[in-house]
């Protein structure tokens, strides 16, 4: 589904990553693990347009890398940010009805606005008030949401229990093992190394810019040393 040699990126003069090897499979969730500024963010950035990139990108088998943002959306790749971007201003069906492609109708693909509400009976109840007044878990939930309505078959999720209840935690989580078993990809970037190696079928650490580990969950338990290094604050 997607797979990524030797990719590098820049902030100004800084140079953010350093030779990025991965890849993802149809219906795989693959965890990018590291501690903060090591350059997973920007992996997805670089990915998506937002970065420019320099190396290989390949999604499907077709090199993508240069395209701008919205026409990699357009070839089936969401993205959800870190920094949750709502339209606070419209109401919460509203931000899903903007989730949709060019010329897509709502049920047309994978998910449907009632698969939304389904899935998160919060958003159905506040469905026609505006996205602001939002808790910070319904905000990610819609966030996520929102891309999947695009129909994606790979989505790139940056953080999404970042400041959640375990509660709330657990409902993502539960999310992201329901995309991955509709064929979707998922390429989780995550600081709850529990929620991690619980949900992902591989998982890859960065240091520095680079994979510095790529393995299973139970290789990386395995690895005290991978973790200390790498992983542990």
Request: hydrophobic share 40%.
């Amino acid at each position: 589904m997607l797979e990524v040699t030797d990719l590098h990126a820049y902030y100004g003069k800084s140079h953010i990553l350093q030779g990025v090897n991965i890849s993802i499979n149809e219906g795989e969730i693959v965890a990018l693990l590291g501690r903060n500024g090591v350059g997973r963010s920007t992996t997805c950035k670089a990915i998506m347009g937002e970065v420019a990139p320099q190396g290989s990108v390949r999604f499907k088998g077709a090199e993508i890398a240069g395209r701008k943002a919205f026409e990699v959306a357009n070839l089936g790749i969401g993205y959800v940010p870190e920094n949750r971007d709502i339209f606070p201003g419209l109401t919460t069906r509203q931000n899903l009805i903007l989730g949709l492609k060019p010329r897509q109708k709502d049920g047309q693909g994978r998910w449907s606005m009632e698969d939304m509400f389904a899935l998160f009976s919060n958003l159905r109840e506040r469905a026609d008030v505006e996205a602001s007044v939002l808790s910070g878990g319904e905000q990610q939930m819609l966030t996520m949401c929102r891309t999947l309505m695009g129909d994606p078959d790979l989505v790139m999720i940056d953080e999404p229990t970042e400041g959640l209840s375990p509660q709330m935690v657990q409902r993502v989580a539960s999310l992201l093992q329901e995309i991955a078993r509709r064929g979707i990809a998922t390429l989780l970037v995550e600081q709850k190394l529990s929620i991690a190696l619980d949900i992902a079928h591989r998982v890859y650490v960065m240091g520095h810019g680079q994979v510095v580990f790529e393995g299973t969950p139970a290789e990386l338990k395995a690895r005290e040393d991978v973790r200390k290094e790498w992983l542990e604050v």
